[in-house]
């Protein structure tokens, strides 16, 4: 099945995936600038209101590159939505998203039929991320137009399930838009995800070391310092399971080799630090092993874009 048009500005089959913290509209226009689809957590924006500042931003200074650049038009943007039941922002959110026409809207644990809905009511897609067949095939019964499917390595809440395996059960049913997550850094992994099967890679972790970046210049020192072997897959912090920056978890004083279980001793490192899990443990994914640098968005894109025309000529050749 083609992919939806709003996808045919991209220039590499790439989305930047929201990072919690971290996105913010600076970051998502560089991204849509330079072509992939740039997006942000809505509940970066605070307070609520602030979203509606952001979305107007975000909104605006496209709009002006696009009238300065025809030859090279912005990617779309999407927010990304915590759909569960905890989130007492999600109308708010939602109706903030319905104002400004969000062209895409990535959800995130659990699926709701009633955000597809209002979604699909103003023209935007949805795109559900899932760790499994099981929730895929409840996201489609629900009403998403696309799945992320998030594949062992990624960061943050990361799978479980080699890309391999998820991508081809999900292919076996599934014909709409399909995006892979997980240690996706370079040109090369982008063609393979779309070898696999996929139709867009989703890249998270290399744009924390960016300019753009809301982070701690020691979290994208880290991001360029580390490798796979540096990351940590725990359920501790979040009570799921999730793949974090070794040295962040060294510096909020626990060892890494011995975390405990949610509710365990551990779970008062907080107290005992300083340290809070949300912003001093550092979420990454195992492709990091390739950033050597902290550089603008721009620059990392067009690396990636050198790579994947080189990719692609191998296998043309």
């Not at 067949?133 to 009403?143: I, L, M, P, S, Y």
């Not at 990361?158 to 240690?183: H, M, N, T, Y």
């Amino acid at each position: 099945m083609p992919l939806p048009a709003v996808f045919d500005r991209l220039r590499l089959p790439i989305i930047g995936a929201p990072l919690f913290i971290v996105s913010n509209p600076g970051l998502v226009i560089a991204q849509c600038k330079a072509g992939i689809v740039g997006s942000f957590p809505a509940l970066n924006a605070r307070p609520q209101s602030q979203l509606d500042e952001w979305l107007h931003q975000i909104t605006e200074e496209l709009a002006a590159w696009d009238r300065d650049h025809p030859e090279a038009l912005s990617a779309p943007f999407a927010v990304n939505q915590i759909v569960h039941r905890s989130n007492d922002r999600f109308e708010a959110d939602v109706a903030t998203c319905a104002k400004w026409k969000v062209p895409l809207v990535i959800t995130s644990l659990g699926a709701r039929t009633e955000l597809n809905e209002a979604v699909h009511a103003w023209g935007g897609i949805t795109l559900h991320d899932i760790i499994d067949d099981r929730f895929a095939r409840k996201a489609v019964e629900k009403g998403a137009d696309g799945l992320i499917a998030v594949a062992a390595g990624a960061g943050g809440h990361a799978g479980k399930w080699s890309p391999f395996a998820l991508v081809q059960e999900i292919r076996a049913w599934f014909d709409g838009p399909l995006i892979l997550s997980g240690a996706i850094a370079t040109g090369g992994a982008v063609l393979a995800a779309q070898a696999m099967g996929a139709d867009l890679a989703y890249i998270g972790s290399p744009f924390i070391a960016t300019p753009e970046a809301h982070a701690t210049p020691e979290y994208k020192q880290g991001i360029v310092d580390g490798r796979a072997g540096d990351i940590v897959n725990s359920n501790l912090f979040t009570g799921i399971n999730g793949n974090y920056l070794r040295a962040s978890i060294v510096a909020a004083g626990l060892d890494p080799e011995n975390l405990a279980q949610p509710g365990g001793d551990a779970m008062n490192f907080e107290s005992a630090s300083g340290a809070e899990a949300w912003r001093d443990i550092w979420g990454s994914g195992q492709g990091i092993g390739v950033i050597d640098k902290v550089e603008p968005a721009a620059g990392l894109i067009a690396r990636i874009a050198r790579e994947y025309a080189a990719a692609k000529a191998r296998l043309a050749a």
